[in-house]
């Protein structure tokens, strides 16, 4: 398997962390703003699985079964710093559906903004810097 594949993830997650990184520089307050932070948080962090999953399988050539397990590795690895903020991650963005409930919604943005926003950043860092490596 080549590099290209796990190389290509991390350009898409690159370009998607762009779009996160100007609409976290904001103040959000209006609603419709707060969900599309909530969408934009639920597409990187399904980027930043993939090229996780893609990163071991060049790595490791080993296939990885399910997200949870992903980021098990990925901690392990020393990809990630903060294993519980990516489970919790994980969990919550299963709610992202749910975010028209208030409470949820509110809830999902201060994670976001407080915790998730810090560890996609940390781990496109991480990632960047192993691909000058392969």
């Not at 209006?30 to 962090?45: A, K, T």
Request: net charge negative; proline share 1%.
């Amino acid at each position: 398997m080549e590099s290209t594949d796990w190389s290509h993830n991390l350009s898409f997650l690159n370009k998607a962390s762009l779009s996160f990184q100007r609409a976290m520089k904001k103040t959000y307050t209006n609603e419709l703003e707060i969900l599309g932070i909530i969408h934009i948080f639920s597409y990187n962090f399904n980027l930043a699985i993939k090229t996780i999953e893609a990163f071991y399988r060049y790595q490791c050539a080993v296939v990885i079964d399910g997200p949870d397990e992903i980021i098990r590795y990925a901690f392990n690895g020393g990809i990630i710093a903060d294993g519980h903020i990516w489970m919790d991650m994980l969990k919550k963005s299963s709610l992202v559906l749910s975010s028209y409930d208030e409470a949820i919604r509110s809830d999902l943005f201060k994670s976001i903004v407080e915790d998730y926003f810090p560890a996609l950043t940390s781990l496109q860092s991480q990632m960047n810097e192993r691909v000058s490596y392969v």
